[in-house]
């Protein structure tokens, strides 16, 4: 059964950085698609950045674009998201993704697997 277990998170000052980790099993992150989501308390879970299969594409929600990073490590078969500048919008529980294939879809309704979820929290 395919599992992702993330890592990192925890809390930081507005202005800071934190890098998440997402170990996958089963799954192969550079020959399918991978993605950080991320839901806020009273809001609905949005999409943070996606890489694609095997090519290494990336993209990022227009909130993020210049402050995170998604990457893969094809040895430790592990997505890692690293964020920096951090506001204090951007405090939610982070959660990785993966769909098999490419990245044609990037709502949450197309991921079918994901992380149990890790709390980010950035203080003013």
């Known amino acids: 059964q395919v599992q992702l277990v993330e890592s990192g998170g925890g809390s930081v000052q507005a202005g800071g950085s934190l890098s998440l980790s997402c170990a996958a099993s089963?799954?192969?992150?550079?020959?399918?698609?991978m993605g950080w989501f991320r839901q806020a308390p009273g809001k609905e879970r949005e999409g943070v950045a996606h890489?694609?299969?095997?090519?290494?594409?990336?993209y990022y929600a227009d909130a993020v674009k210049g402050r995170f990073t998604i990457s893969q490590d094809n040895a430790k078969n592990t997505v890692y998201l690293q964020m920096n500048r951090l506001k204090p919008e951007d405090t939610a529980t982070y959660y990785c993704?993966?769909?098999?294939?490419?990245?044609?879809?990037?709502?949450?309704?197309?991921?079918?697997?994901w992380g149990q979820g890790i709390q980010v929290t950035v203080s003013s």
């Open positions: 993704a993966a769909r098999w294939g490419s990245c044609g879809g990037r709502r949450e309704a197309d991921f079918r697997y």
């Open positions: 890489i694609a299969a095997g090519v290494g594409i990336t």
């Open positions: 089963i799954l192969t992150v550079t020959r399918n698609c």
